[in-house]
């Protein structure tokens, strides 16, 4: 069974890089079948996706988060991070992990394992 | 980039049918699958429709979805309202592997 488990600081100051990683466990990140992406939900808000990646390093970005965002997959440690700079107050959110199953056109498009989810703070 | 607009909640009694809408800013709501997901409290989203009207494995079939290109929008059917349905419940399409959520409909039965 798929696993995928959500670590880093559930505490950030403001203007600081929030990092986190994603740990696949139960099959391979390298597969081609599977884009791998990063979703926040702000406390009693609805969800938002940040950003996506393929095994190979191909990325797709939230257009309003693009320029703060940056993931990386790392295929030997079966892991995706996540980095976001400069955050304020608003970031303060659960992040989910998840895998992204790919269509016919090679497009990530449904989000089938999610992870458990962290919370991170924004708060001096 | 598009939009999917959700009403905010919905209500209704247990064993009734209630649906909720998923409507698309712009593009064709057909050009792209679209994915319902349930969440309840403190829990991750999970599946209950993909690729417009799938069903996972473990899903009961009281779970429907649906999509109509005369109003762009898609649809989330639950026949047979249980308790256990009441929960937060997010549409979600993509453009060019851009992904988007709906607001998210809150539904309590009552």
């Known amino acids: 069974q798929l696993q995928l488990q959500e670590s880093g600081p559930g505490l950030v100051k403001p203007s600081e890089t929030l990092s986190l990683t994603c740990t696949v466990s139960?099959?391979?990140?390298?597969?081609?079948?599977?884009?791998w992406g990063w979703i926040r939900q702000p406390p009693g808000k609805g969800l938002e996706w940040i950003g996506s990646i393929y095994y190979s390093g191909s990325t797709y970005y939230n257009p309003s988060l693009k320029s703060r965002v940056t993931i990386s997959v790392d295929t030997s440690k079966n892991q995706f991070s996540l980095k976001l700079s400069s955050v304020t107050a608003a970031d303060t959110a659960v992040y989910y992990c998840?895998?992204?199953?790919?269509?016919?056109?090679?497009?990530?498009?449904?989000?089938?394992?999610w992870g458990q989810g962290t919370l991170v703070t924004v708060s001096s | 980039n598009f939009m999917l607009t959700q009403p905010h909640s919905v209500s209704e009694s247990p064993g009734k049918t209630v649906t909720i809408s998923c409507t698309r800013s712009s593009g064709s709501i057909a050009s792209n699958y679209v994915q319902w997901y349930q969440q309840r409290p403190g829990s991750a989203p999970t599946t209950v429709i993909y690729?417009?009207?799938?069903?996972p494995s473990g899903v009961p079939d009281r779970f429907s979805g649906s999509i109509d290109s005369s109003s762009n929008s898609a649809s989330l059917t639950i026949s047979g309202l249980k308790t256990e349905d009441e929960a937060d419940y997010y549409c979600q399409s993509y453009d060019s592997s851009n992904a988007v959520f709906g607001g998210g409909t809150k539904l309590t039965v009552l």
């Open positions: 690729e417009d009207n799938q069903r």
């Open positions: 139960g099959g391979s990140i390298s597969s081609s079948s599977y884009y």
């Open positions: 998840a895998r992204l199953r790919v269509d016919y056109y090679g497009y990530g498009y449904y989000f089938d394992y």
